[in-house]
């Protein structure tokens, strides 16, 4: 006998187009030259919402890597297994070229639609975006260096994903991944010890033989790493391959897989070098200068990201909401509940709305404007939506209630991954120093950005006259105040971006907010009600 019958449960969100229920994405590709990329972003976005796909991520998850050090003779292998599933999220990243599309469509709107498609598969599973990051990040390192790129060109670019463990010119395929910290030093990379021997000459292109260790090595298993060691003119880049040109392993010795609290398929590892051989990567004793540019271009994707992982938990509680009936109607029509859902919707926006901005950025990088943009405000972007969605994550979990604390759900991993990108390429301090450091260097840059926030509106004009006060205050100052100043920068910035974007109630209400003393500090705090349904339709307009 049946002791009851279920109801009042949610359907399994499914088999709709992450794409074109997305509003503020499809618009920014459609009229900024990206629509040549629509009807892709379209595909994509149905494909990724199917039942079979959610639960290959799902597999990825909850059969993490291992790692297999040594063979049954005892020789060393350093590999590390994956599930299959791992290797068909890589394949599909890597068959819509998200590691590249820059250099494979050689157009314009290119970065932009790339963001758009990473913004879609982070939404589904996140570990396997951290090599497609990397290897986006390296090739403009790599370029630098023409003989290096010529040989590995094909390889980086290639839109088939390659699996095996082989020395490169055996590969269809290469995966790049990166190695800057170590145990005593973490985000303080000038404190690194690992040294580099040079073998056959000095200079660029030359090979040393590099001893040390990485206490954080991002995925093992990529097919060569770019990595900061020292030489007697100090830190220097190197490009360090699994396997050595005379087809022999290459002694990058890895001594475990990280356990970690999210982001489980993918691997992280310690790995110590026994003379692992390395080409140098631009000038000796240089090697932070010619590696920032692959941490910009790192940082970005990680605001992307956590903008994606954002738009997902709302997507889920939104839709949750609709189909869960309490107190005699469903939640989304309850006033407080839709107070909530409308707040974090316009967080939603806006924190997509910047990272389009900074996606478009990259199309025209030495134009002064773009280059404030990418210099100043990728750190301060990364700071602060990166923590905004630990936070956002884990209000669109308490939507979902008991249901969406257990790892049945999609809440779970979205909250377990949310972290990881505020850590990651630089902690909050780390960027909001780093906002400092760049305005210091481009006061020219700055003083643009705060124009064009500005332009042709009363209400922003007020908002840049407080911010050009506070930005004012003694040097001394400033770093105490690092965090209170970034996140007034990108409050105004965002403010703007909805002005210009979002219809003019929305605008209206993500300014009110986000200048109201009063609301912030919890979602669901705000006072325009009448336009709660509105953001609501256009956050997410399936029943």
């Known amino acids: ?94 068959h819509e070229g998200l590691h590249a599309l820059p250099w494979i469509a050689r157009r314009k709107g290119a970065h932009l639609a790339r963001a758009a498609g990473y913004f879609l598969h982070a939404q589904i599973e996140a570990g396997a975006l951290c090599p497609t990051t990397m290897t986006y990040a390296a090739i403009p390192v790599l370029q630098n260096e023409p003989a290096l790129y010529a040989r590995l060109e094909a390889q980086l670019l290639s839109r088939e994903h390659d ?3 082989l020395p490169l010119a055996q590969k269809k395929s290469i995966l790049i991944g990166m190695g800057m910290t170590e145990k005593q030093g973490g985000s303080d990379v000038r404190s690194n010890t690992t040294v580099a021997r040079a073998l056959d000459g000095e200079g660029r ?42 087809g022999s392993k290459n002694p990058i010795l890895i001594q475990r897989l990280k356990d970690k609290l999210g982001n489980r398929s993918n691997a992280s590892s310690e790995v110590e070098f026994d003379n692992a051989h390395g080409i140098l990567v631009g000038d000796e004793g240089r090697g932070i200068p010619t590696i920032i540019e692959m941490a910009n271009s790192t940082r970005l994707d990680c605001v992307i990201g956590s903008a994606a992982l954002m738009r997902q938990a709302l997507v889920q509680a939104i839709h949750h909401a609709r189909h869960r009936s309490a107190f005699g109607k469903p939640l989304a029509q309850q006033p407080l509940m839709k107070n909530v859902l409308a707040d974090l919707a316009l967080e939603s926006e806006a924190a997509t709305l910047l990272m389009l901005r900074l996606a478009q950025a990259c199309e025209n990088p030495d134009e002064p404007l773009e280059r404030a943009l990418r210099r100043i405000v990728t750190p ?34 979205l909250y377990r991954e949310a972290p990881v990108n505020s850590i990651w390429e630089g902690s909050g301090n780390v960027m909001c120093l780093d906002v400092l450091r760049a305005i210091e260097r481009d006061p020219e840059g700055f003083g643009l950005l705060l124009d064009v926030i500005a332009a042709n509106d009363s209400e922003m004009q007020s908002i840049v006259t407080a911010l050009r006060r506070d930005f004012g205050v003694a040097v001394e100052q400033r770093e105490m105040l690092a965090r209170r100043l970034v996140q007034q920068l990108v409050l105004a910035l965002q403010c703007s971006l909805m002005r210009q974007h979002a219809p003019a109630p929305i605008a209206d209400a993500f300014i009110a907010s986000r200048r109201d003393g009063a609301c912030g500090r919890v979602y669901g705090t705000l006072s325009a009600v009448a336009v709660q349904d509105a953001i609501l339709a256009r956050a997410w307009p399936q029943n």
Not at 50 to 56: K, Y
Not at 231 to 246: E, I, K
């Open 380 to 413: 301060a972007a990364k700071f602060w939506i990166c923590k905004r969605a630990l936070e956002f994550t884990g209000e669109c979990m308490e939507v979902w209630g008991g249901n969406g604390y257990v790892e049945t759900g999609p809440m779970a991993r």
């Open 163 to 165: 699996p095996r463990d």
């Open 205 to 246: 292109g030359a090979t040393y033989a590099l001893t040390g260790h990485k206490w954080f090595f991002s995925a093992p298993s990529c097919d060569a790493h770019l990595v900061l060691a020292r030489t007697d003119s100090g830190l220097s880049c190197f490009f360090v391959p699994r396997w050595r040109d005379d």
């Open 1 to 94: 006998m049946s002791t009851h019958s279920v109801t009042n449960q949610v359907p399994d969100l499914i088999d709709y187009n992450l794409y074109r229920t997305d509003p503020v994405l499809r618009d920014a590709l459609l009229q900024n030259d990206a629509a040549w990329a629509d009807d892709d972003m379209s595909r994509v976005g149905l494909s990724l919402s199917s039942a079979g796909l959610r639960q290959t991520a799902a597999l990825a998850n909850r059969h993490e890597p291992e790692l297999a050090t040594h063979d049954s003779r005892g020789q060393r292998l350093d590999q590390v297994e994956f599930h299959p599933a791992w290797h068909t999220l890589l394949g599909l990243l890597r």
